[in-house]
């Protein structure tokens, strides 16, 4: 089986931006399993590039229409602001399990548990140290989260 034909159900290594986009929705809800280190971080890079356009958008919704008051220098967002805010939120809500789900197997791509996820809530090294857990290199080890 080569690469580009590989089943969901493993990792697909060197994977393209747009194979990576495809199996991170098809994946949307699953924890077991593996996920390359190219499905992992174009999956980051496709979030990072929504999530800028639409903080783009908001911000643009939210200066359309909007009324500065001079003397007391109080700004009021334009009546699209809300709007913004809905589509931004709602894009949030739509990628968190799936988010998470990615995350997870990547972990088990290392050949850790997912649970080492929860590391990322120690305050001020926990991002850190899940960083870097994110970027090992795979483990062939890992092999036995495959479902």
Do not use: C
Not at 17 to 31: D, E, P
Not at 45 to 60: K, P
Not at 109 to 135: A, E, H, M, Q, Y
């Amino acid at each position: 089986m080569t690469n580009a034909s590989a089943s969901l159900s493993q990792p697909l290594y060197g994977a393209t931006f747009g194979q990576a986009f495809t199996r991170f929705w098809k994946k949307y809800a699953t924890f077991t399993g593996r996920a390359s280190r190219s499905e992992f971080w174009w999956w980051y890079l496709a979030y990072l590039l929504i999530s800028t356009v639409l903080s783009i958008v908001l911000t643009i919704l939210a200066f359309a229409g909007a009324t500065f008051d001079g003397p007391t220098t109080a700004t009021t967002p334009g009546p699209l602001f809300g709007v913004g805010m809905a589509i931004l939120g709602l894009w949030f809500l739509v990628i968190i399990v799936p988010t998470l789900a990615i995350s997870w197997r990547r972990l088990h791509d290392t050949n850790r548990s997912g649970l080492w996820w929860f590391v990322g809530f120690i305050p001020v090294v926990g991002g850190i140290i899940l960083l870097v857990l994110l970027v090992l290199d795979s483990d062939p080890a890992g092999a036995r989260f495959d479902a």
